[in-house]
């Protein structure tokens, strides 16, 4: 089945000519890094059609110079069982999407590459495309290094773009709910061992106790070194009104109140990093805040950066996108030229090469609370 979608998409995307007509001028090559087997294969699936959707269409223009993909599954083909397949997860997906983005990097014919389906392997195929300037468009967010929160990233991807909202908005999303709930004393877990969880939670205190918001809410003293057990006994001796913890990334934020803590069992947040874990099962006064995500929109947002990017870098040309280098791509894209629009926001220079909001949502949704909402990165807010 696989190989049929593989099949079908290269013969949409710049297939062979009949023999007795004249062969149209070689197409532009695009890498594309999708996990196409595993927990997350379903995903790799629909955004891969997207993008096989959105090329054909392009290809279909009078007068352009067409495109094609070549396709690299992050799994290396996974196994031919599905329902074995099923249990293999993304956690030990990030080298391999990063040497399959090398791969394109050292493949002269690819003038850019498409990728990074989830926050891992993003972050793993940006590293890999920045050290040979392979122009990159991620579908999820990149690290920032709080960026989001109005400050200039430490860190820069110099060959890499998200069509994604920034890491370091769920940390503002996050403060925008702890502020509005009237919490005065927080605890703030992440979880263990896992560096972009401890980033978010980093990025709150952050958020939380900048000038503009000192004295609203203060964060228990080495509560980032505490366990729930602690946080616990002091919500019970009445020295927390409010918790927040930064689990699975595909789980996104918990915040619970003084109750919630309390009603909650010290092996909850465990359990929430197992597959078949139900939301429905937390204590009613807590809720996860996550974003909304759209693997086949972030897909055709990603195609659309990179063709209008292409658009842009071939006027020094007259018009021949042929000429195009990778140095001129990634000019296009860094200079916020190219537009994609992933679930209602536009990637713009401002946000530092990433799209400037995202949406998220709270789970499970209860009434009357609004279920969903949007963040703006503030280095776009005028």
């Not at 710049?14 to 001028?25: Q, V």
């Not at 992440?190 to 972009?196: A, D, E, H, R």
């Not at 296009?332 to 220079?349: E, I, N, P, T």
Request: charge should be positive; proline fraction near 6%.
């Amino acid at each position: 089945m696989l190989a049929g979608v593989v099949a079908l998409s290269a013969c949409a995307l710049g297939g062979a000519t009949k023999p007795h007509l004249p062969s149209p001028a070689a197409p532009l090559t695009i890498g594309v890094e999708l996990p196409l087997h595993g927990d997350i294969g379903a995903d790799g699936l629909r955004a891969l059609d997207a993008i096989g959707d959105e090329i054909t269409r392009y290809n279909s223009r009078p007068n352009v110079r067409r495109l094609r993909i070549v396709i690299k599954d992050t799994t290396l083909g996974g196994l031919a069982n599905p329902h074995q397949d099923e249990g293999v997860d993304a956690s030990g997906l990030p080298p391999q999407a990063a040497s399959l983005v090398r791969e394109f990097g050292k493949d002269a014919n690819v003038l850019a590459a498409l990728g990074g389906l989830q926050a891992p392997l993003a972050a793993a195929d940006a590293k890999a495309a920045s050290a040979l300037q392979l122009p990159l468009v991620t579908l999820a967010p990149l690290p920032d290094d709080c960026g989001a929160l109005g400050g200039r990233a430490k860190t820069r991807f110099a060959g890499a773009f998200s069509v994604a909202g920034a890491a370091s908005l769920e940390a503002l999303a996050v403060a925008r709910l702890v502020k509005n709930r009237g919490y005065h004393t927080l605890g703030i877990l992440s979880q263990p061992g896992v560096k972009p969880r401890a980033e978010q939670a980093r990025c709150l205190i952050a958020a939380l106790t900048r000038p503009a918001g000192a004295g609203q809410t203060r964060i228990v003293p080495s509560t980032l070194r505490s366990d729930f057990a602690t946080l616990e006994r002091r919500a019970a001796e009445g020295e927390l009104d409010g918790f927040v913890y930064f689990g699975p990334a595909e789980r996104g934020a918990l915040l619970c109140d003084r109750l919630g803590i309390l009603g909650m069992r010290a092996t909850s947040l465990a359990v929430a990093a197992h597959r078949g874990y139900d939301s429905a099962t937390i204590p009613a006064r807590c809720r996860w805040l996550r974003r909304v995500e759209d693997a086949a929109r972030a897909a055709q947002s990603s195609v659309e950066s990179v063709i209008q990017a292409l658009a842009i870098a071939s006027r020094r040309h007259n018009g021949d996108a042929a000429r195009v280098t990778r140095r001129e791509m990634l000019a296009a894209l860094r200079d916020g030229h190219a537009r994609g629009v992933s679930a209602g926001s536009a990637m713009l220079a401002c946000a530092g090469g990433s799209a400037d909001r995202a949406t998220f949502e709270s789970l499970p949704p209860r009434r009357p609370l609004p279920n969903s909402f949007s963040v703006a990165d503030q280095r776009c807010v005028r």
